[in-house]
């Protein structure tokens, strides 16, 4: 039996070009991509471990309040961070009840086209009610204290999270030790979150200089007056940028 063998045909090589479908980009938000760990988390934001895992995947009856991406690790975003931070915030320096802020943002969640929405819209006050800026949507009914009072605790925690024009969160700026996140008046501003620059760990400002990368030059025997030299910053920004990071060795 005599079989046929196909003839299979080359191109001619000389003069040909071979194209390829352009694959298309994947575009990712760098102020959602799953990026730290909840240890990380939890240091950055001076928060136990305990309340980050509570916030992020819930307990018995209660959901979580802000969205993760990934579970197992359990991986926060930037804008994770952003939420959490200024959820504790109300918690723990306004001390407004932990029902009353949960039943709001679950009702928030649900109604804004956001899955991020503290995250993405700013706070603002009027009357004795937090509302969102530029919305009449209710957030929290301050029964305890005035317009003023709440002004006078929440805004400077809420001034270390700067928005773009549209009011969303870009860039955090965390207290570097217990002592400023309980007298924020008076806290620096050396240490800043940029999901846009060194992807996105601690590092002093205007720098990619992280405070993990200054905390093993110390480490490794160089002294603050030799970092602030070779960095070009002061004493007192390069101590602060380490103090981060020692009290993230001692927790």
């Known amino acids: 039996m005599q079989v046929r063998r196909r003839n299979i045909l080359k191109p001619d090589t000389d003069g040909f070009r071979y194209t390829f479908a352009a694959m298309p980009k994947l575009k990712f938000n760098p102020l959602e991509i799953p990026n730290y760990t909840v240890e990380e988390s939890a240091r950055y934001l001076i928060v136990p471990v305990s309340t980050i895992k509570y916030w992020s995947i819930g307990g018995a009856g209660a959901a979580p309040l802000t969205t993760v991406y990934s579970r197992r690790p359990l991986l926060l975003s930037f804008k994770n961070l952003v939420e959490l931070y200024v959820l504790e915030s109300l918690k723990e320096f306004h001390d407004i009840g932990l029902p009353r802020i949960r039943r709001s943002v679950e009702e928030l969640r649900i109604e804004k086209p956001s899955k991020y929405p503290l995250a993405d819209y700013q706070l603002a006050t009027r009357s ?18 005035g317009q003023h009072a709440f002004k006078a605790i929440m805004n400077p925690f809420l001034k270390r999270v700067e928005r773009n024009a549209q009011g969303i969160a870009e860039r955090l700026f965390p207290f570097t030790s217990r002592q400023h996140q309980q007298n924020p008046d008076r806290a620096p501003r050396v240490v ?37 030299r070779d960095y070009g910053r002061s004493e007192t920004e390069i101590e602060e940028a380490i103090s981060l990071e020692e009290a993230k060795a001692a927790a």
């Open 128 to 145: 004795r009610k937090i509302y969102l800026e530029g919305d009449r949507d209710e957030l929290i009914n301050l029964t305890a204290s």
């Open 192 to 228: 800043v979150i940029d999901p846009r620059v060194a992807f996105g760990m601690p590092v002093l400002v205007g720098s990619r200089i992280s405070t993990a990368f200054l905390m093993s030059r110390k480490n490794g025997g160089a002294s603050i007056s030799k970092l602030a």
